[in-house]
T-cell receptor, first 115, second 113 residues
Framework: DAGITQSPRYKITETGRQVTLMCHQTWSHSYMFWYRQDLGHGLRLIYYSAAADITDKGEVPDGYVVSRSKTENFPLTLESATRSQTSVYFC??????????????FGPGTRLLVL | AQSVTQPDIHITVSEGASLELRCNYSYGATPYLFWYVQSPGQGLQLLLKYFSGDTLVQGIKGFEAEFKRSQSSFNLRKPSVHWSDAAEYFCAVEGGATNKLIFGTGTLLAVQP
């Protein structure tokens, strides 16, 4: 299916384990983003990428790692999961020059529980 | 730094009643402004956005929003709410060179029959 997909949709893991959340988009959008959504905080940007092999930190990058070897994929890895990383994670993509206000398209989210 | 405030955490309206969700922003210039909706268990869907020009913006699902520079506001409105509008609504502002969206904390809308 075309669009932006995330996998898994639900994940339960234990403290200290490594977890990778996958994001795939079929539009060949240049920009991709990872957000986490927590009650009382709205969505906060974790990392973003302007193109393949170009990534940068957002508001809350600590404890996360990203890579972007291919334009269509933008995996997010929690190297050693902590309970504070229990959240809903959204991936988004956008085809835009910087600062153009182009729409970001969101995936369905991954609900992660760290025990 | 830019920021977005949604002062109402939770709003309940009756089906058929009008709706206004408030959004205030802080930004040095005229930002790009967005309203997104998130239905339960779903991702975010764009309702509408403002770039420039006409300050009254029409969106999908019968929603509209008005940009008021003097009040730094971008309130979302709908003349007659349907039960299917029950969801969480996020206002967002974007600006600067990094194309980063800054989201408000959301307003949860409940619709009474």
């Amino acid at each position: 299916d075309a669009g932006i997909t995330q996998s898994p949709r639900y994940k339960i893991t234990e403290t200290g384990r490594q977890v990778t959340l996958m994001c795939h988009q079929t539009w060949s959008h240049s920009y991709m983003f990872w957000y986490r959504q927590d009650l009382g905080h709205g969505l906060r940007l974790i990392y973003y990428s302007a193109a393949a092999d170009i990534t940068d930190k957002g508001e809350v990058p600590d404890g996360y790692v990203v890579s972007r070897s291919k334009t269509e994929n933008f995996p997010l890895t929690l190297e050693s999961a902590t309970r504070s990383q229990t959240s809903v994670y959204f991936c988004a993509s956008s085809e835009a020059p910087r600062g153009s206000g182009e729409t970001q398209y969101f995936g369905p989210g991954t609900r992660l529980l760290v025990l | 730094a830019q920021s977005v405030t949604q002062p109402d955490i939770h709003i309940t309206v009756s089906e058929g009643a009008s709706l206004e969700l408030r959004c205030n922003y802080s930004y040095g210039a005229t930002p790009y402004l967005f309203w997104y909706v998130q239905s339960p268990g779903q991702g975010l869907q764009l309702l509408l956005k403002y770039f420039s020009g006409d300050t009254l913006v029409q969106g999908i699902k019968g929603f509209e929003a008005e940009f008021k520079r003097s009040q730094s506001s971008f309130n979302l409105r709908k003349p007659s709410v349907h039960w299917s509008d029950a969801a969480e609504y996020f206002c967002a502002v974007e600006g600067g060179a990094t194309n980063k969206l800054i989201f408000g904390t959301g307003t949860l809308l409940a619709v009474q029959p």
